[in-house]
C-alpha cells in the first residue's frame, strides 16, 4: 500500500512539472535555454537563447557588442561600431537554423555619417572571399547628443557560418569601413556553436 501510494506521488510530480512546462511555452513566454556545465570563451560578449511562443522559434542572440570607435581605414571619423547578431531556428530546438540576422550600430556626432538608402549595401571580405550580402535595412535612428543609427540584414545560415568561422572579416556598408576585432569573431564562433547541427 506504502509503495503505491509513493509511485503515485511521484508520477503526479513527475507531471505536473512538465504539464507547467508546457504551458509556459504554449503561452507564449519565453524559455530559456542555457549551456549549463560548459566553458564560456571569454570574448566579453553576452549570448542567450529563447523561445518566441508568438513566432514559433528558438532565437540565439549575440547581444550588441563593440567592434570599434576608430577608424581603420581611414574613411569614417568618430564613429562607433556595434554589432549584433542572431541564429533563428523553428520550434523549440537549436539543431536546424531557419536563418541568421546581422545588426550593425553606428553612433556618431557628424550627421554627414548617416547610411542614406544608396549606401546602405553590405559587403564582407571573409578570409580573402568577397561575400555580398544586400542593401541593409534601417531598424531606428535616433538624435541625441550621438546621432545612432541601426542597419540589419538577413542572411541564410550558410553565410553566416563563412563570416564565424573566417580568422579575418572585414566589412563595409557604404563608406563605412571597418575589421571584426579577435574578440567580435571569438563571440561569432560561439554564437555558432549554440546550435547542434
Given at each position: 500500500m506504502?509503495?503505491?501510494?509513493?509511485?503515485?506521488?511521484g508520477l503526479l510530480l513527475f507531471f505536473s512539472t512538465t504539464t507547467q512546462q508546457r504551458q509556459a511555452t504554449a503561452g507564449g513566454l519565453p524559455l530559456v535555454i542555457s549551456n549549463s556545465g560548459k566553458q564560456a570563451p571569454d570574448h566579453g560578449g553576452q549570448i542567450d537563447s529563447k523561445y518566441d511562443g508568438f513566432a514559433h522559434e528558438t532565437v540565439a542572440?549575440?547581444?550588441?557588442?563593440?567592434?570599434?570607435c576608430a577608424s581603420t581605414k581611414g574613411n569614417f571619423k568618430d564613429t562607433c561600431v556595434s554589432m549584433s547578431a542572431s541564429l533563428h531556428c523553428p520550434g523549440i530546438q537549436l539543431d536546424y537554423v531557419r536563418?541568421?540576422?546581422?545588426?550593425l550600430v553606428f553612433e556618431t556626432k557628424d550627421w554627414d555619417q548617416r547610411h542614406p538608402l544608396?549606401?546602405?549595401n553590405l559587403s564582407v571580405v571573409a578570409d580573402g572571399q568577397t561575400l555580398r550580402l544586400g542593401r541593409m535595412e534601417l531598424v531606428s535612428?535616433?538624435?541625441d547628443t550621438l546621432m545612432t543609427e541601426t542597419l540589419q540584414v538577413t542572411i541564410p545560415y550558410e553565410t553566416f557560418k563563412k563570416v564565424a568561422l573566417a580568422q579575418v572579416v572585414e566589412m563595409q556598408v557604404g563608406k563605412s569601413k571597418f575589421e571584426l576585432r579577435d574578440k567580435?569573431?571569438?563571440a561569432l564562433r560561439d554564437l555558432n556553436n549554440r546550435v547542434k547541427l
Open positions: 506504502k509503495i503505491c501510494l509513493i509511485l503515485t506521488c542572440t549575440l547581444r550588441k557588442m563593440r567592434v570599434t536563418y541568421a540576422t546581422l545588426q544608396d549606401q546602405r535612428q535616433s538624435v567580435n569573431l571569438a
